[in-house]
Nanobody, 125 residues
Framework: QVQLVESGGGLVQAGGSLRLSCAASGRAFSSYAVGWFRQAPGKEREFVARIGWNDGMTYYADSVKGRFTISRDNAASTVYLQMNNLKTEDTAVYYC??????????????????WGQGTQVTVSS
């Protein structure tokens, strides 16, 4: 089992930055990939970014490419999502999730086995 706790959300103006953290516990952190998803009010949960378990390979949704950066610190069992140049359409609850698969382009919700509780990001105009 894996337990995930997200933090770092908040209210920010458009053009600003936030860094989200996803702290993991339980199964060995370096043995799985981690993804970030988000869900805006009235919309389905969507893929944002993913980082592989051992090679640091990353993959991003087109909507965040060039603005968001995912990284991981295996020693700290934490994955980060640095979000720059935020837009109002980035407003959502952000979730991190664990995937034991290896292909970097695993972007479906059903690919992920464990989820955090989410952290709210609100971008004002």
């Amino acid at each position: 089992q894996v337990q995930l706790v997200e933090s770092g959300g908040g209210l920010v103006q458009a053009g600003g930055s936030l860094r989200l953290s996803c702290a993991a516990s339980g199964r060995a952190f370096s043995s799985y990939a981690v993804g970030w998803f988000r869900q805006a009010p009235g919309k389905e949960r969507e893929f944002v970014a993913r980082i592989g378990w051992n090679d640091g390979m990353t993959y991003y949704a087109d909507s965040v490419k060039g603005r968001f950066t995912i990284s991981r610190d295996n020693a700290a069992s934490t994955v980060y999502l640095q979000m720059n140049n935020l837009k109002t359409e980035d407003t959502a609850v952000y979730y991190c999730a664990v995937d034991f698969g290896t292909w970097i382009r695993r972007t479906h919700i059903s690919d992920y086995d464990y989820w955090g509780q989410g952290t709210q990001v609100t971008v004002s105009s």
